[in-house]
């Protein structure tokens, strides 16, 4: 069967109203009408998403029952007809900065109950390049507390057009005008508005490519289009394909068949789910809030991701500590192990810049203590770690003991003058059970008051041991028992949805409660049902509020459970792993989702959390590890120890040396940082991020770029000792992989090629046009911040590159709003490379040089340098390559180097 759409513009001119029923005066709206037509299989809208349908139940919602003929794809039995929907009342309304638009249901038949018969759109031409849909009824509904504020007047040029069809239904259209490509519609059957359940189709530009939407292990970067269905909770949950994880990210990337991308964010904290179909086209479903969706026009898809960070924050420049390698491991279980693991750091010279404490440090797992049993020494060792240029990390839950006598334990005590605990519907506090012996009350982080408490004992906790970041972990939030340790969860609409999403459960009949607390809990921003998703993301800014009163600093903190906009407090980690393959390899598509949701500085567990990891594993994962973002070794209680010099060599050698790599690009990758808080682009990102007309890179998320002009290329199977990479022909590519232990390079065919990869090998390609900053690496990062720096240079076909270097004191809150830093752009052209300085208030940069610049691709020979002017001698050319040694250009001035 067809589903042919066959549209018919009517401009609509000088309406009036004088009825509710009457059309109104509107000089703008482009309305379609559509032929009402037979559906395609590939275009059904699934009329029963939960379980057990049957013809019966299927004709009682009012859909069609048609089962499908061999060989089954997937595609829903049970679907709705055209015509299923909402249709307009009058005609759309021009406000000042969109339309307004009211719906009536066309239906009788229900889905799940108190379905809206009358219901409101919003068009918001918020910019040129972004654009909100909000659907609502009149009801008072849950609105996530996040802005994203309109211009308040119409674009004057925006790069899209909205276009609305009256029949057979109510749907929109919008149109890139660049290209005249439809990029979304919802002119399907299906949208539905209820109390309980809300459902938006959408069909997708023809030949597009859907990526994102998280927390959940995906597979592939590229989404199957063939019927599967993603869910968002907030949950407990080690990767486990489908499994709905820690964090709540309701955001995708399209990109079109001509390489112009778009983004959809829904702005939703609901337990929540999408269907992608192979329309192409996806299903939005939410059981609670409104539907209020934006859409980031790009074109490409690094201005998706600024334009998205753009409007829900992003995350602030690091210290630069953080960027170094950190180590961690629950079930160090005394003092004498976690000194034993940093000092095989040091005998086999593995760089360090944080040792972190997990929840084995603590006093029977009590948050804002140290066992003064097994780790008395601690706040010592910290100490003296610190002067060594070594950083302390430690983790807070939030769930608090209520099982001390009484006055004996401040978080409690406190708490409860502050009465800062989420509720029961009775009125009394939640009672768990998480890792306390004890039960424990969970802090309600979205009352104001809770946050004064929890920066009170934050900054009290920095005078027992001077950590200098936090880490608050099980904070989806996490509960050992069903609901209420007392009293469960009452029997309600709240706690057993009429549906659920298609969330993980231990146990269908815990409902939502399961793992975590009951829907009808109260905060203070409304019903558990509602703020779930952003329990995490209420605990983030209290938490480095804290930790930069208490250490004057700008501080780390890592949070498990994130949600829109936690980048603009927080990094992540990617959760309780596996010690295996897949987990290694699909790590980099988290990896990389992250950096799409705003949140870049991210990494998933070195070797593994759960389980043994063994050599071989190791050894790669050290080597992908190091290009994390976030670089941490971490591993769980009652596995072997993991830390690299545990294995000896050659384990701990090839940490060494990718670590190495990683410590001598760290200048590039925190002008990275700096870039994305200034401009909002990824740090690490895919092929396609750069070559989205390039269709072989659709599909690799096995090869990542640091930036613009890094491309790294882990081996990701075991046994492997070759690897299949690609380089786009439309650059020219250098091969770094023996560069910084030797010095030596060479330019690659573009293309795909197969390269040897011994254990002891990670590929890592410049791409040509880019000038890369280095400094030599030290053990740790207060060492090599004092080295001198270098210059690498990548040519591109016309023998030009660029590249640009920021650096302040690397720790201090404010030096972007002082002027305290140093910015600096360079570039190669006609022969002649210079820096220009934009911004110079690092002083320590008086200190260091520019010693070596290293210049690749060069097609003709070289006969002389000249440097500011004079003849230089110190410098070699080979085969493309010129190598300019013993400079003692100063790194925070303006200098010019001619070769000719």
Avoid at 359 to 374: G, K, N, S, W, Y
Avoid at 502 to 511: K, L
Avoid at 693 to 713: E, P, Y
Wanted: net charge negative; aromatic share 12%.
């Amino acid at each position: 069967m067809s589903h042919f759409i066959v549209g018919i513009l009517c401009i609509l001119l000088q309406v009036d109203w004088s009825h509710s029923d009457c059309v109104l005066q509107n000089s703008i709206a482009n309305v379609i009408k559509l032929e009402e037509t037979e559906i395609e299989v590939k275009e059904r809208i699934d009329c029963h998403p939960d379980h057990n349908a049957s013809p019966e139940k299927c004709t009682q919602r009012g859909c069609i029952w048609e089962q499908e003929e061999e060989p089954l794809t997937g595609a829903p039995w049970c679907f709705y007809p055209p015509g299923y929907g909402y249709i307009m009342i009058g005609q759309p309304v021009d406000t000042k900065d969109g339309f307004l638009v009211h719906l009536r249901r066309t239906s009788s038949d229900s889905m799940f109950g108190e379905e809206s018969k009358d219901i409101w759109v919003e068009i918001e031409m918020q910019k040129d390049y972004r654009l909100r849909i909000r659907i609502s009824d009149d009801q008072h509904r849950f609105q996530v507390p996040i802005d994203i504020v309109s211009d308040g007047v119409k674009p004057e040029s925006p790069s899209y057009e909205i276009s609305f069809t009256e029949s057979p239904i109510f749907g929109i259209r919008v149109t890139r005008k660049s290209s005249g490509e439809i990029i979304l519609d919802t002119s399907f059957p299906g949208l539905v508005f209820s109390n309980q359940f809300i459902q938006l189709p959408m069909k997708l530009p023809e030949g597009s490519t859907v990526y994102g939407w998280g927390e959940n292990e995906q597979h592939t970067f590229a989404h199957d289009m063939n019927w599967k269905t993603w869910a968002l909770y907030g949950r407990d949950q080690p990767p486990d394909g489908s499994a709905n994880m820690y964090g709540v990210h309701p955001r995708i990337t399209v990109l079109d068949k001509n390489g112009m991308a778009h983004g959809i964010l829904f702005l939703n904290s609901a337990a929540q789910e999408i269907s992608l179909t192979p329309a192409p086209g996806l299903i939005y479903r939410t059981i609670g809030g409104v539907l209020d969706m934006y859409i980031f026009m790009g074109e490409d898809p690094e201005e998706v991701v600024e334009q998205y960070t753009e409007a829900i924050g992003r995350f602030p420049i690091p210290p630069y500590w953080s960027l170094g390698f950190h180590l961690c491991r629950y079930g160090y279980d005394k003092l004498e192990n976690m000194v034993a693991a940093v000092e095989r750091m040091n005998e086999y010279k593995i760089p360090q810049d944080a040792q972190w404490g997990d929840i084995d440090i603590m006093e029977r797992a009590l948050d804002f203590t140290v066992d003064q049993e097994r780790f008395g020494g601690l706040p010592e060792f910290v100490d003296d770690l610190k002067t060594k240029g070594v950083k302390f990390v430690t983790i807070l839950d939030p769930c608090i003991s209520i099982g001390e006598p009484n006055c004996t334990y401040r978080p409690f005590d406190l708490g409860e003058q502050f009465d800062v605990w989420v509720k029961k519907p009775s009125g009394g506090p939640v009672v768990g059970r998480v890792w306390p012996s004890d039960p424990v009350h969970f802090p309600d982080y979205t009352n104001p008051r809770t946050h004064l408490w929890w920066t009170i004992l934050v900054k009290e906790f920095h005078d027992t041991i001077a950590y200098d970041g936090l880490w608050i972990d099980m904070n989806e939030p996490s509960n050992f028992v069903t609901g209420d340790l007392n009293d469960g969860c009452a029997s309600n609409n709240v706690n057993f949805p009429p549906y659920l999403p298609a969330i993980r459960m231990d146990d269908p009949n815990h409902g939502l409660a399961d793992k975590t607390l009951c829907g009808d809990a109260q905060h203070h921003l409304g019903q558990h049902y509602d703020v779930h998703n952003m329990f995490g993301w209420s605990q983030s800014k209290p938490t480095l509020d804290g930790v930069r009163e208490a250490t004057g600093k700008r501080g780390l903190v890592l949070s498990r459970s994130t949600f829109v906009g936690s980048g603009n407090w927080v990094a992540h980690w990617l959760g309780d792993n596996f010690s295996n393959w897949a987990n290694l390899k699909y790590s980099i598509i988290g990896m990389l989702q992250f950096n799409q949701f705003g949140i870049p500085m991210v990494g998933a567990d070195i070797c593994g959390f759960i389980g043994n990891t063994n050599e071989e594993l190791c050894a790669r994962w050290h080597q992908l590890g190091a290009f994390y973002p976030f670089s941490r070794n971490h591993n769980t209680i009652g596995a072997t120890d993991q830390d690299p010099g545990y294995f000896g060599d050659p384990v701990a050698s090839i940490a060494r040396e990718a670590l190495k790599i990683r410590y001598t690009l760290l200048p590039y990758l925190y002008t990275l940082f700096w870039i994305h808080f200034t401009e909002g682009s990824t740090v690490a990102r895919p092929l396609w991020h750069e070559f989205p007309t390039d269709k072989n890179t659709r599909t690799i998320d096995d090869q990542f770029m640091w930036g613009a002009d890094i491309l790294i290329s882990p081996v990701v199977e075991e046994g492997a000792t070759s690897r299949e990479l690609y380089l786009p022909p439309a650059s020219r590519w250098f091969s770094l992989t023996s560069f910084f232990n030797s010095s030596t390079w060479f330019e690659s065919e573009a293309g795909f090629s197969t390269v040897p990869a011994p254990l002891d090998v990670i590929h890592i390609h410049q791409r040509g046009g880019s000038i890369i900053p280095l400094q030599k690496p030290g053990l740790n990062t207060k060492q090599s911040r004092k080295n001198d720096f270098e210059l690498l240079v990548a040519l591109d076909d016309e023998n030009s590159a660029q590249g640009t270097l920021f650096f302040d004191d690397g720790d201090s809150i404010d030096t972007l709003e002082t002027g305290e830093y140093f910015h600096g752009k360079l570039g190669l052209f006609d022969n002649t490379m210079e820096m220009m300085v934009e911004n110079d208030g690092a002083p320590e940069l008086e200190f260091l040089s520019i010693t070596r610049i290293i210049i690749l691709g060069i097609k003709e020979n070289v006969e002389s340098v000249i440097v500011n002017g004079n003849p230089y001698t110190d410098w070699e050319y080979l085969n493309g390559g010129l190598f300019i040694v013993n400079l003692k250009l100063a790194v925070n001035d303006n200098f010019e180097l001619i070769f000719l």
